[in-house]
């Protein structure tokens, strides 16, 4: 795998593998029946009906600097708001539709006062948009059994996404769904992402818009700022990132992101969803991170606007433990550079490798195995405590560890190390190493199945 520095990332992105964690909202006049963000369809609902509640949601608690203190009170870095959902609502004031916040009862953009807020609280802006609108026959038939009406609604997307992309000043991230249900051909992705670059040169478009043959394109429009090209060179996927979702599977290799919800399973706001507990959201920061790729870690208010209180009391036990742990996570390069799990994660950065402790079973001395680097200091970041180091062939020994954990969530070790982090040839296998290392070991104890090894 390559680390972020040499992925080559330009410049102007380089923001995006130091941040590391980000805030998604759901959010939409979908809250205010609080059962997910995807209930009109999920459950079948009359469009007609629930369009007429839409236009009566007017969410009177919705104050954006509140939402975004709580995403800097947890140490986040950017933001991603859904702008329009599958429901086809629009969260802003729109000249494509009166389906819209600006139109409707709210008779506000709500978009703009997430990017006011956001930008002056010092967060990065990200914008989602579904290109689906489950309302709309022309969606649902596409361009083969309609083509006049997608065509109509291919352009409304266009129009709507350019409006998103001119009325906000800088935007860090264009974040889409839903374009899997035609072909980015059919979408005119290609064009899409063209007009966005010449709207925003810096954003990040992340990869959900489809490939496209590069053929297909003419010769002007093969550039390498359409997205990333396999390596044949016969497809290019727009956009610039990946997206996990549901799950922390890294993309190797890439920029990427893994987006998930706090509650068993829906993103948007649901009376009675059950909620993970702190330990195991962090849990997941740290593999993600470990695994070189950022966490988007949803919210979703409710119909009034306000972030439940059970996001904002994880948000802020988050927020605490990376004030004092945070240089293991922003900016962090690489990870799992040996077998680790009996333990938690390993993260690298500079010529530091910290071992972020999962599970703490009270004993004085950690063993390490398989680290090529020698350690020349270690540390207890979490209170500041020196550790003494011992190494022994194929292994490092941490001494003087405390009885008691530190802290309540996951106690971090710092090794400063004689150059940047390596790990042994054999140590770069699966768990039981290389199969040679493997094999040597169990030579060493001997071929028969009785207990000492020795061959009757």
């Not at 953009?109 to 997430?114: N, S, T």
């Not at 948009?129 to 596409?142: I, N, T």
């Amino acid at each position: 795998m390559s680390s972020p520095s040499q992925l080559e990332v330009p410049e102007k992105w380089q923001w995006f593998p130091q941040a590391r964690f980000g805030l998604f909202i759901h959010w939409g006049p979908y809250a205010a029946l609080g059962r997910g963000e995807q209930v009109a369809n999920r459950e079948h609902l009359d469009h007609r009906e629930y369009a007429a509640r839409a236009c009566r949601w007017n969410p009177q608690h919705y104050d954006a600097r509140a939402w975004a203190d709580v995403a800097v009170r947890a140490g986040m870095k950017y933001a991603v708001l859904t702008t329009r959902h599958h429901d086809g609502y629009c969260l802003w004031d729109t000249a494509t539709t009166d389906y819209s916040s600006a139109a409707q009862a709210p008779r506000r953009d709500l978009v703009a006062e997430y990017v006011q807020a956001f930008r002056a609280a010092g967060l990065r802006i990200g914008l989602y948009y579904s290109v689906a609108d489950f309302r709309l026959p022309a969606f649902w038939a596409g361009p083969r059994q309609d083509p006049e009406g997608f065509g109509r609604f291919r352009d409304y997307v266009h129009a709507q996404v350019t409006e998103l992309c001119s009325r906000y000043g800088r935007i860090d991230v264009m974040w889409f769904d839903k374009a899997e249900h035609h072909s980015a051909l059919d979408w005119r992705s290609a064009e899409l992402v063209q007009t966005m670059r010449s709207l925003q040169p810096e954003v990040l478009i992340n990869q959900r818009l489809g490939d496209v043959p590069f053929d297909s394109l003419p010769e002007h429009e093969r550039r390498t700022g359409l997205g990333t090209t396999d390596e044949g060179g016969s497809v290019i996927r727009l956009g610039d990132f990946a997206n996990s979702e549901h799950h922390t599977h890294g993309h190797p290799g890439m920029l990427w992101e893994s987006c998930l919800v706090p509650t068993w399973r829906l993103w948007g706001y649901a009376i009675g969803e059950r909620w993970k507990p702190t330990d195991q959201l962090l849990d997941n920061l740290v593999e993600v991170v470990s695994r070189r790729g950022n966490l988007l870690l949803n919210v979703g208010p409710d119909g009034d606007g306000r972030i439940p209180a059970e996001f904002t009391e994880r948000a802020e036990q988050l927020g605490r433990w990376l004030q004092i742990h945070g240089e293991c996570i922003y900016g962090a390069e690489d990870g799992g550079l040996t077998e680790f799990v009996t333990y938690g994660h390993q993260i690298v950065r500079g010529n530091a490798l910290y071992l972020v402790i999962r599970h703490w079973d009270r004993r004085p001395t950690l063993r390490l195995v398989g680290l090529a680097t020698r350690v020349l200091r270690a540390r207890l970041l979490t209170n500041g405590q020196e550790l003494a180091v011992e190494t022994q062939p194929g292994a490092v020994l941490l001494h003087g560890l405390p009885a008691e954990p530190p802290t309540a969530l996951f106690p971090v070790i710092r090794l400063e190390c004689d150059g940047r982090p390596q790990a042994e040839p054999w140590a770069r296998g699966p768990y039981y190493g290389t199969l040679e290392h493997a094999l040597t070991l169990a030579q060493q104890r001997g071929t028969s199945v009785w207990a000492d090894g020795r061959e009757r």
